[in-house]
């Protein structure tokens, strides 16, 4: 007999923990392992209990739950992240999907969504809404164009990791966002960009992407 799949919540919102928690113990191939408000309450019984997926609504679109969470939890494999309740946001979306989360619903999933979607997501599929699934393919494409080149490098001496930083700089992210996404401290970003804008002969963040769009770099 196949085991259930194994289900921790995190959310704010005790009643909608409370509610979600009732719904899923009546099915037979989920159960509910644990629930928390906060991702870094969750640790403890999350290292105890070992979800299979972890049902997330985040305080913040900037993640830091869900960052603090991957940095201190010492799990491999690590649960699957599944968050919801999420706004229709492409740059939220793209950020989380960037953090490894493979499902994404928004605010009005019921919990007949949200089942299916555990269920999804436990049989290794990613989920989320058609329209963010296109930006997706989108955001893809484009970065298939914006891998960092030779090109850029002999044009303007820009290192790899200085060229990583172009398409989050094009997106209006930050330092201290970039600097969430690389794991790196916000004064390490600012020091890839004040060498890429003295490298480049560029005044601002925004010219330095400019130049390299001219340069060849598709953003």
């Given at each position: 007999?196949?085991?259930?799949?194994?289900?921790?919540?995190?959310?704010?919102?005790?009643?909608?923990?409370?509610?979600?928690?009732?719904i899923?113990?009546?099915?037979?191939?989920?159960?509910?392992?644990?629930?928390?408000?906060?991702?870094?309450?969750?640790?403890?019984?999350?290292?105890?209990?070992?979800?299979?997926?972890?049902?997330?609504?985040?305080?913040?679109?900037?993640?830091?739950?869900?960052?603090?969470?991957?940095?201190?939890?010492?799990?491999?494999?690590?649960?699957?992240?599944?968050?919801?309740?999420?706004?229709?946001?492409?740059?939220?979306?793209?950020?989380a999907?960037?953090?490894?989360?493979?499902?994404?619903?928004?605010?009005?999933?019921?919990?007949?969504?949200i089942?299916?979607?555990?269920?999804?997501?436990?049989?290794?599929?990613?989920?989320?809404?058609?329209?963010?699934?296109?930006?997706?393919?989108?955001?893809?494409?484009?970065?298939?164009?914006?891998?960092?080149?030779?090109?850029?490098?002999?044009?303007?001496?820009?290192?790899?990791?200085?060229?990583?930083?172009?398409?989050?700089?094009?997106?209006?992210?930050?330092?201290?966002?970039?600097?969430?996404?690389?794991?790196?401290?916000?004064?390490?970003?600012?020091?890839?960009?004040?060498?890429?804008m003295?490298?480049?002969?560029?005044?601002?963040?925004?010219?330095?992407?400019?130049?390299?769009?001219?340069?060849?770099?598709?953003?």
């Amino acid at each position: 007999m196949q085991s259930s799949i194994r289900v921790f919540i995190v959310s704010e919102n005790r009643l909608l923990r409370e509610a979600l928690s009732r719904i899923f113990d009546k099915q037979e191939d989920v159960k509910i392992v644990g629930a928390a408000r906060l991702c870094t309450e969750a640790l403890p019984e999350m290292s105890r209990t070992r979800p299979d997926v972890l049902l997330l609504n985040p305080l913040t679109p900037t993640f830091t739950d869900l960052d603090g969470l991957q940095k201190t939890s010492e799990r491999s494999p690590k649960p699957k992240v599944m968050l919801f309740g999420m706004d229709e946001d492409e740059k939220v979306f793209l950020a989380a999907v960037r953090r490894g989360v493979v499902g994404y619903l928004l605010k009005d999933a019921d919990a007949s969504d949200i089942l299916a979607a555990v269920r999804s997501v436990a049989r290794g599929e990613a989920v989320s809404p058609p329209r963010l699934c296109l930006c997706l393919f989108t955001y893809v494409a484009k970065q298939a164009t914006a891998i960092p080149t030779l090109r850029l490098h002999i044009h303007l001496g820009l290192t790899r990791r200085e060229q990583e930083l172009i398409p989050m700089i094009a997106e209006g992210l930050t330092n201290k966002e970039i600097a969430g996404q690389l794991n790196v401290s916000e004064q390490t970003v600012k020091n890839h960009v004040h060498r890429m804008m003295r490298k480049a002969g560029a005044d601002s963040r925004l010219d330095v992407v400019k130049q390299c769009c001219s340069s060849g770099l598709a953003i």
